[in-house]
């Protein structure tokens, strides 16, 4: 979606509603005076906090401040779409941030697009201290009901537009402690057409004071708001996308309490425990009688081991620990891998598994002139008839001393804005200076044009001709930096796959089909086998 400048300048108010969140109040306000859209109103709405809410929001000369007496997010978020006059409303929360493109991203979206209630988009989940965590946001064009039903896809509401005519008809709902945005989100797509996009808007802060850490009342409210909709189920499509919603609820929420008992990270309250027993009694015995009795009764102690073994490889205790000394080894004793082909004849490559999801997801980019390293397999083969022309750049078409993409070969035209996409598909290792290569792809990319990478991380190194030109491995956080050189950071995205069962079968040379597709799929950052980059070269 162009970021065209409207033909107007609409007023948008973003309304902060704030609840003894004084010491973040300050980010939140400042990263909307930086939006690079200028009309707009910000309304923050003290809804009664016992801190110093009411002295910073005084000292942000730029917020309409609003007091009410404690009466919760919901009726907060109604006071400020009463008192607000802009003709798009944004709620942000008061730990939250918004990106400077933000609104006029949203925005752009709703003037193209008249008929829309709203407009939502992605996020990135950060620390307190707003280091990076976990994207979120997923692809919905269309079907927005039914999928609002599968799960609340928007997650977080600092990314969701509104036009203002929704507040005449809908409100937030008073009654709910918690998810009032997904019953909103509801009721509306359930008759009016809304907006969905992938772009990062805004950052959601996590800490020991959100609402949503409170697990139990947050999968109580989603029960709630989800079975209001059961009355207005019209199709077959709806009833089984509501059906689906239910269990992924129980399941999500079931699951993240269980594993946060077993991590110490929430205390065994009766609640907690009644709300396991409830929803997934397996769980809740699992975990009264593994964890809860081996650490109160020193069961774990006097119990042989090869009954928590047996426990575990069923993914029953899956905090087991063999004593030291007694590890069993089984297959893996052997000093040498099973094959010496990144387990090429044992089914296929396990890092191919990630490469290939990767670039499957970001296939709308491949397209056009494309510029593919190594050999063409994946251009032509993912992106389809998008791709115009392929050319294929092998590691001896590189200058030998600047490592740069020739701009006159002949084998290869690498001139300036030349490619709609470039693809580096685990090249970047065998390239001494990679980051002239990277700084070369910016040169060769067309305005809008985009890199897709994939490098190692844990892994063997080549036993064939490769080895002597194998230089380097990588990180999640090196990729991004050293794209960030080079690149808008904004328009730079990561990721890594993989996890210890993964990183040491890979290194045995175990083939992919030789492991489930969940072994494949769980994602542990500390075990990263493959790091994926896709990075967009601004006009």
């Known amino acids: ?33 930086r939006q690079t859209y200028s009309n707009i109103e910000i309304i923050i709405v003290d809804d009664g906090s016992t801190d110093d809410t009411r002295v910073v929001s005084e000292k942000l000369s730029s917020a309409k401040y609003i007091y009410q007496e404690n009466q919760g997010l919901s009726a907060a978020r109604n006071t400020g ?11 942000l929360d008061a730990d939250d941030l918004l990106y400077p493109y933000a609104i006029s991203y949203n925005l752009a979206y709703l003037l193209q697009h008249p008929n829309a209630a709203f407009v939502s988009g992605a996020y990135l989940a950060i620390t307190h201290a707003k280091e990076n965590l976990d994207d979120g946001g997923e692809e919905i064009l269309d079907d927005h009901y039914i999928n609002m039903l599968r799960k609340n896809y928007i997650g977080m509401h600092g990314t969701v537009m509104y036009r203002r005519w929704v507040f ?29 996009h992938t772009k990062k808007l805004a950052a959601y802060r996590m800490h020991t004071s959100n609402m949503s850490g409170n697990l139990p009342l947050m999968l109580s409210q989603a029960l709630e708001v989800l079975k209001r909709q059961e009355p207005e189920l019209r199709s077959d499509a709806e009833r089984e996308a509501y059906e689906a919603g239910l269990k992924g609820f129980v399941d999500y929420y079931t699951t993240l309490i269980y594993g946060c008992l077993k991590a110490e990270q929430i205390k065994p309250t009766p609640e907690v425990l009644n709300f396991l027993h409830q929803y997934k009694p397996k769980s809740y015995y699992m975990y009264y009688l593994v964890e809860f009795f081996t650490k109160k009764l020193s069961l774990r102690t006097v119990t042989p081991n090869f009954v928590f073994r047996y426990l575990h490889r069923r993914g029953v205790y899956k905090n087991f620990l063999p004593a030291i000394g007694n590890i069993k080894f089984g297959d893996l004793i052997s000093k040498t891998p099973f094959n010496r082909t990144f387990g090429q004849n044992r089914g296929g490559a396990i890092d191919q598994y ?60 690498a001139g300036d804005n030349t490619f709609d996409c470039i693809l580096l598909p685990q090249a970047l290792h065998l390239i001494y200076d990679f980051k002239a290569v990277v700084k070369d792809c910016f040169r ?16 063997p190194v080549d036993f064939g001709p490769w080895e002597k030109n194998w230089l380097w491995t990588f990180t999640r956080f090196s990729i991004e930096k050293m794209l960030a050189e080079t690149f808008p950071i904004n328009h730079i995205e990561t990721n890594s796959f993989g996890n210890v069962y993964v990183a040491s079968a890979f290194l045995y ?31």
């Open 168 to 196: 005449d008809e809908f409100l937030f709902d008073t009654s709910l402690k918690a998810c009032e945005d997904y019953d909103l989100y509801l009721r509306v797509t359930r008759k009016y057409p809304v907006l969905h």
């Open 444 to 459: 060769a990319l067309k305005p809008g044009g985009t890199l897709l990478l994939t490098v190692p991380g844990i892994t």
């Open 509 to 539: 040379g175990v083939g992919k089909t030789e492991l489930k597709q969940e072994e494949l799929d769980y994602q542990d950052p500390h075990f990263q086998v493959i790091i994926t980059g896709k990075a967009t070269k601004t006009a």
């Open 354 to 413: 990630y490469i290939e999801n990767f670039l499957r997801s970001k296939a709308d980019y491949i397209t056009g002139q494309v510029l593919e390293f190594g050999e063409n397999q994946y251009a032509k083969r993912i992106g389809g008839d998008k791709v115009t022309q392929c050319t294929v750049l092998r590691l001896e078409d590189l200058d030998e001393k600047s490592s740069t993409l020739p701009e006159f070969s002949p084998k290869v035209t």
């Open 1 to 33: 979606m162009p970021l065209l400048p409207p033909p107007a300048y609409p007023l948008v108010s973003v309304i902060i509603p704030c609840y003894n969140h004084a010491s973040y109040l300050p980010d939140a306000v400042d990263s909307i005076q």
């Open 81 to 91: 779409a009463l008192h607000s006059t802009g003709e798009f409303l944004v709620f």
